[in-house]
């Protein structure tokens, strides 16, 4: 089992910049693949981003690359999603997730976070 805790969001306006973090705990953080997902109202969940084990390799979707950056620090057994250039698009429910590897399929994933809400104003 692993137990997935976030923290952050809230609502902020457009250009501005928010961190959501994800405390692990339960089986061995470090051996897992960690993914932020969103979902708007009336909206499918999406990938956001994702990052290996090692913080090696990380993978961000279309609609945030080169404004999010997704990080870990194995030795807090957590996980950060910074958020630059917010826009009202980016307005959704945040998740956080674990699995063994790489997907960007929600479906993959076997634990979630309580989700956040984020809110992003014109």
């Given at each position: 089992q692993v137990q997935l805790v976030q923290s952050g969001g809230g609502?902020?306006?457009?250009?501005?910049?928010?961190?959501?973090?994800?405390?692990a705990s339960g089986r061995t953080f470090s051996t897992n693949f960690m993914g932020w997902f969103r979902q708007?109202?009336?909206?499918?969940?999406e990938f956001v981003a994702g990052i290996s084990r090692s913080a090696g390799t990380v993978y961000y979707?279309?609609?945030?690359?080169?404004?999010?950056?997704?990080?870990?620090?194995?030795?807090?057994?957590?996980?950060?999603?910074?958020?630059?250039?917010?826009?009202?698009?980016d307005t959704?429910?945040?998740?956080?997730?674990?699995?063994?590897?790489?997907?960007?399929n929600p479906k993959d994933y076997d634990y979630w976070g309580q989700g956040t809400q984020v809110t992003v104003s014109s």
């Amino acid at each position: 089992q692993v137990q997935l805790v976030q923290s952050g969001g809230g609502l902020v306006q457009a250009g501005d910049s928010l961190r959501l973090s994800c405390a692990a705990s339960g089986r061995t953080f470090s051996t897992n693949f960690m993914g932020w997902f969103r979902q708007a109202p009336g909206k499918e969940r999406e990938f956001v981003a994702g990052i290996s084990r090692s913080a090696g390799t990380v993978y961000y979707g279309d609609s945030v690359k080169g404004r999010f950056t997704i990080s870990r620090d194995n030795t807090k057994n957590t996980v950060y999603l910074q958020m630059n250039s917010l826009k009202p698009e980016d307005t959704a429910v945040y998740y956080c997730a674990v699995r063994l590897a790489y997907s960007r399929n929600p479906k993959d994933y076997d634990y979630w976070g309580q989700g956040t809400q984020v809110t992003v104003s014109s």
